[in-house]
């Protein structure tokens, strides 16, 4: 298998011989890079896409103030890392939350139903 880069159709064909869902992928001109693998006849067989990702993280001091004061500013913090991220060209930002969280003991809460 050789390989080359992208160009329009490519994933139109693939999805025209495939018997798999590939209607629901992004458009083709959202991702940052692209790599078309042809077979020996030059017919595309697979497209790998990328796009930039980033991956927040975060440390809060978990005795501040209140627990919802906590949470408010988590999420002021989110979306002004948002905004700057989207200024960089980042289309995609992720975050994972400690079982702590998921739990329902971030941020101070005493919850059990995972609500922080």
């Known amino acids: 298998m ?4 992208y160009i329009d159709g490519d994933v139109e ?8 869902p590939y209607d629901k992928l992004p458009d083709p001109q959202d991702f940052d890079d692209a790599l078309v693998g042809v077979d020996e006849s030059g017919e595309a067989r697979i497209v790998l896409k990328a796009q930039r990702v980033a991956e927040l993280y975060m440390i809060l001091d978990h005795g501040w103030e ?9 999420e002021q913090a989110h979306q002004h890392m948002r905004e700057r991220l989207i200024e960089k ?9 400690p079982m702590e ?7 101070g809460s005493s919850r059990s139903d995972g609500a922080a």
């Open 101 to 107: 969280c998921q739990m329902g003991m971030c941020a």
């Open 66 to 74: 209140t627990p919802a004061m906590r949470w408010a500013m988590i």
């Open 89 to 97: 060209g980042t289309r995609w930002l992720t975050r994972s939350l």
């Open 13 to 20: 064909a693939i999805r025209a011989r495939s018997k798999m």
């Open 2 to 5: 050789e390989f080359r880069a």
